[in-house]
């Protein structure tokens, strides 16, 4: 059974009021009236409605009033504003505040239920498009950049200072590090937040496919088309073939493009922002990347740590982690949770080879090992040893302790900086050691002025 369309009618005249109330309930929709302004505020805190039809010149508070009082109190029901001749200037500056529209005086009856059906239908769409959102936002590791440890504060830094630009950003790191995440918050940041985000896996493109995936055919939306006024994003740039990056090359040059079977050529209003795994430079000194494409992607480079250089960011990303996994697999949002100290210990303890996404999948195979009962150590260590038998690093090099002795050793001597604002025999106190022996420590991890300057104020 269909649901019937809610509808609160506001105005202070009874006859008409009443009228419109009879005229919708005869078209099956659930109504209830309100004399003013005040009156509808009230109802609407006790009873949900799709569609609120509102007088604009009322005594007790007009139409005007009641679109800001409930946009202010957070209702987003679309609102149909009636306005007599005289006042279609304000019914204008109603519609400016944000009302679906507006009807004039003598009310058409089938213009009313015409307008109220469609309003009613940009409500199920808006309240279809937010359930989508929650849907998505629960099948994607989340997007939250975490950056308490000192090589992370500096991507949050690098940025924070390039966002405000147009700037090319080439965005560097081992694979599983988190190199969208960095782009999406470049995005997010930027004056084009409000235009499209589109990602483009360029490893996969052929110079045939070239034109139909990114400038468009007839009938089908080139992926610069979408970018437009927003920022577009060249994943895998690094595994791009060598006719698709001459074809690239002249495309950033000349800044136009037409889309197959259209005349006239357009010109693109994107953002570029390139990602990689690859070391660029010994690409072109290999002959396998064009040096003049490298220096027009490489204009403002930001290099993503491995997640064995940010292990004060594991605690937070875990726990992020291991909420998305619940709200994917029981299908509900969860809070994020926080892993006990053992449980955290025990990730802290393994190398991570595979950075950000191999944290995620193995907090997911705990997640479903465990069935709903928090994640403790005994879970995480069974899962990793799986993950050990499947691991393609060379046997043994996540068990290499001096290598993760040195990379905790180092992490440490720069959160005790961070947390003592650089007051060095302050942290030397939180290490237990000598304030004589920092010297050694901080050559032994070639730890620069600069590092711990940014530790201490970050």
């Given at each position: 059974?269909?649901?019937?369309?809610?509808?609160?009618?506001?105005?202070?005249?009874?006859?008409?009021?009443?009228?419109?109330?009879?005229?919708l309930r005869?078209?099956?929709m659930?109504?209830?009236t309100?004399?003013?302004?005040?009156?509808?505020l009230?109802?609407?805190?006790k009873?949900?409605f799709?569609?609120?039809?509102?007088?604009?010149?009322?005594?007790?508070g007009d139409?005007?009033?009641?679109?800001?009082?409930?946009?202010?109190?957070?209702?987003?029901?679309?609102?149909l504003?009636?306005?007599?001749?005289?006042?279609?200037?304000?019914a204008?500056?109603?519609m400016?505040a944000?009302a679906?529209?507006?009807?004039?005086k003598?009310v058409?009856p089938?213009?009313l239920?015409?307008?109220?059906?469609?309003?009613?239908?940009?409500?199920?769409?808006?309240?279809?498009?937010?359930?989508?959102?929650?849907v998505?936002a629960r099948?994607?590791?989340?997007?939250?950049l975490?950056a308490?440890?000192?090589a992370?504060?500096r991507?949050?830094?690098h940025?924070e200072?390039?966002?405000?630009?147009?700037?090319?950003?080439?965005?560097?790191?081992?694979s599983?590090?988190g190199?969208?995440?960095?782009?999406?918050?470049?995005?997010r940041?930027?004056?084009?937040?409000?235009?499209?985000?589109?990602?483009?896996?360029?490893?996969?493109?052929?110079e045939?496919g070239?034109?139909?995936?990114l400038?468009?055919?007839r009938?089908?939306r080139?992926?610069?088309?979408?970018a437009?006024?927003?920022?577009?994003?060249?994943?895998?740039?690094?595994?791009?073939?060598?006719?698709?990056q001459?074809?690239?090359?002249?495309f950033l040059?000349?800044?136009?493009?037409?889309?197959?079977?259209?005349?006239r050529?357009?010109e693109?209003d994107v953002r570029?922002?390139?990602?990689t795994?690859?070391?660029?430079?010994?690409?072109?000194?290999q002959?396998?990347?064009?040096?003049?494409?490298?220096?027009?992607?490489?204009?403002?480079?930001?290099e993503?740590?491995?997640?064995?250089?940010?292990?004060e960011?594991?605690?937070?990303?875990?726990?992020?982690l291991?909420?998305?996994?619940?709200a994917?697999?029981?299908?509900?949002?969860?809070?994020?949770?926080?892993?006990d100290?053992?449980?955290?210990?025990?990730?802290?303890?393994?190398?991570?080879?595979g950075?950000?996404?191999?944290?995620?999948?193995?907090?997911?195979?705990?997640t479903?090992?465990a069935?709903?009962?928090p994640?403790d150590?005994?879970?995480?260590?069974?899962?990793?040893?799986?993950n050990?038998?499947?691991?393609?690093?060379?046997?043994g090099?996540e068990l290499?302790?001096?290598?993760?002795l040195?990379?905790?050793?180092r992490g440490?001597?720069?959160?005790?900086?961070?947390?003592?604002r650089?007051?060095?025999?302050?942290?030397?106190?939180?290490?237990?050691?000598d304030a004589?022996?920092?010297?050694y420590?901080l050559?032994?991890?070639?730890?620069?002025?600069?590092?711990?300057k940014?530790a201490?104020?970050?």
């Amino acid at each position: 059974m269909t649901t019937k369309i809610g509808v609160l009618i506001v105005d202070d005249e009874p006859y008409v009021r009443d009228s419109m109330a009879e005229l919708l309930r005869a078209e099956n929709m659930r109504v209830v009236t309100a004399a003013g302004a005040a009156e509808a505020l009230d109802v609407l805190a006790k009873k949900r409605f799709d569609v609120i039809v509102t007088d604009l010149k009322m005594p007790s508070g007009d139409g005007l009033m009641l679109l800001e009082e409930s946009r202010a109190a957070g209702i987003t029901i679309p609102i149909l504003v009636i306005t007599g001749v005289g006042t279609v200037a304000v019914a204008v500056a109603a519609m400016k505040a944000g009302a679906f529209d507006f009807l004039q005086k003598p009310v058409d009856p089938d213009e009313l239920v015409l307008l109220v059906r469609r309003a009613a239908e940009r409500r199920d769409l808006e309240v279809e498009v937010a359930s989508l959102r929650r849907v998505v936002a629960r099948l994607v590791p989340p997007q939250r950049l975490v950056a308490h440890s000192p090589a992370m504060a500096r991507v949050r830094k690098h940025i924070e200072h390039v966002a405000g630009t147009d700037t090319t950003v080439l965005v560097r790191g081992e694979s599983g590090t988190g190199k969208e995440v960095v782009a999406a918050e470049i995005h997010r940041l930027s004056a084009r937040v409000r235009g499209p985000l589109v990602m483009v896996d360029v490893a996969a493109l052929t110079e045939e496919g070239f034109d139909p995936e990114l400038t468009g055919s007839r009938g089908r939306r080139g992926r610069l088309t979408e970018a437009q006024g927003g920022t577009l994003v060249l994943d895998n740039v690094g595994a791009m073939a060598p006719a698709v990056q001459t074809r690239f090359l002249r495309f950033l040059e000349t800044r136009g493009y037409k889309p197959s079977g259209e005349a006239r050529a357009r010109e693109s209003d994107v953002r570029w922002i390139a990602t990689t795994s690859e070391d660029l430079k010994q690409r072109v000194a290999q002959g396998a990347f064009r040096a003049d494409l490298l220096f027009r992607l490489d204009v403002f480079p930001i290099e993503v740590p491995p997640l064995r250089e940010r292990r004060e960011d594991l605690p937070e990303l875990a726990a992020l982690l291991v909420a998305a996994a619940r709200a994917r697999i029981s299908g509900s949002e969860h809070p994020e949770t926080p892993l006990d100290d053992e449980a955290v210990e025990t990730l802290l303890s393994y190398g991570w080879p595979g950075n950000v996404r191999e944290l995620d999948n193995v907090l997911e195979r705990a997640t479903i090992v465990a069935q709903g009962r928090p994640i403790d150590a005994e879970i995480l260590r069974s899962v990793l040893e799986i993950n050990f038998a499947v691991k393609t690093t060379p046997p043994g090099a996540e068990l290499n302790l001096r290598r993760n002795l040195d990379v905790l050793e180092r992490g440490l001597v720069l959160k005790s900086i961070n947390r003592t604002r650089g007051k060095k025999r302050e942290a030397c106190d939180l290490l237990g050691i000598d304030a004589r022996n920092l010297g050694y420590y901080l050559r032994k991890h070639k730890i620069r002025e600069d590092e711990m300057k940014q530790a201490a104020e970050s």
